[in-house]
């Protein structure tokens, strides 16, 4: 029996809520984090609950309670800010072709719930590809964008009545999560490059107190990772190139039989 559209579309709307169901678990600690210490750095509740609803960006938002905690100017949030979400930009080039024919409504909706976790459940290549895969999409980002504020909003009311929440380690989340977003991807030599190479940078800067130690790994592990894909490409282009020159080889004639 054919499912009819209406059906259809719930199935994928399922799938979609399902789907991220996980990773909507897994930054409740980082939710909570971003809460309660949005509080204990003296912003009022409705602030602390304005910065996910509106920001919408985990790493951000705990960078920018910081710097503004501590009396930091407007051009210096808003620069380390800029600076920690560039990682988007890269989203958005990834997408482009995808999302550049959708209507105007789906491209706003699809570029504000594009987090790290909707990126990665993106990959393949039929996404945002017709009305279920958009359906599917925008349920899936919309339920991690729900969920993020419900966390924050528990942090708020933690951090409220709750001793520093700052101090338990709660932003092992944020590791733990990024993780379990790149190790699946790892499907080829490039990507395993990039990802080594991050990892190991992130770890090299930060002991050296880089400012900028984040970008600067992300930086050079994609072109690590590039330099290995292009690597891979000659070298396949040249066993191709032997391998033609081997059948254009002339055979032995065959003598015709008298």
């Given amino acids: ?47 602390a609950i304005l910065m996910p609803l509106i920001v919408f960006a985990g790493s951000a938002q705990l960078v920018a309670i910081e710097l503004i905690a501590n009396n930091a100017s407007l051009a210096t949030i808003l620069f380390t800010t800029f ?7 890269l989203y958005g080039l990834a997408l482009r072709d995808k999302l550049k024919v959708l209507p105007t409504k789906w491209r706003y909706s699809l570029g504000f719930l594009l987090t790290d ?3 990665a459940l993106s990959s393949h290549h039929k996404s945002f590809v017709g009305q279920l895969r958009l359906v599917y999409a925008v349920v899936a980002g919309g339920s991690f964008y729900v969920f993020w504020l419900v966390w924050n909003v528990a942090g708020v ?6 001793p520093d929440l700052t101090h338990l380690g709660l932003d092992f989340a944020i590791a733990v ?20 190479v991050a990892a190991l940078l992130s770890v090299v800067f930060k002991l050296m107190q880089f400012e900028l ?3 600067a790994a992300a930086l050079i592990a994609m072109y690590s990772g590039y330099l290995t894909d292009r690597f891979l490409h000659k070298k396949n282009d040249a066993n191709n190139d032997v391998n033609n020159a081997d059948n254009h080889k002339i055979s032995p004639s065959v003598k015709d039989s008298t």
């Fill in 1 to 47: 029996m054919a499912l009819t559209k209406k059906k259809a579309r719930w199935l994928m709307a399922r799938k979609g809520f399902l789907d991220m169901l996980p990773l909507n678990l897994a930054v409740l600690p980082w939710g909570i984090l971003c809460g309660s210490l949005a509080v204990q750095r003296d912003f009022t509740a409705l602030e």
């Fill in 83 to 89: 600076i920690i979400s560039s990682r988007h930009f």
């Fill in 117 to 119: 976790e909707l990126f």
């Fill in 157 to 162: 009311i933690a951090g409220s009545y709750l």
């Fill in 177 to 196: 999560t990024f993780i379990a977003l790149v190790i699946p991807t790892i499907i080829n030599l490039p990507i395993l490059v990039t990802v080594l």
């Fill in 213 to 215: 130690d984040l970008v």
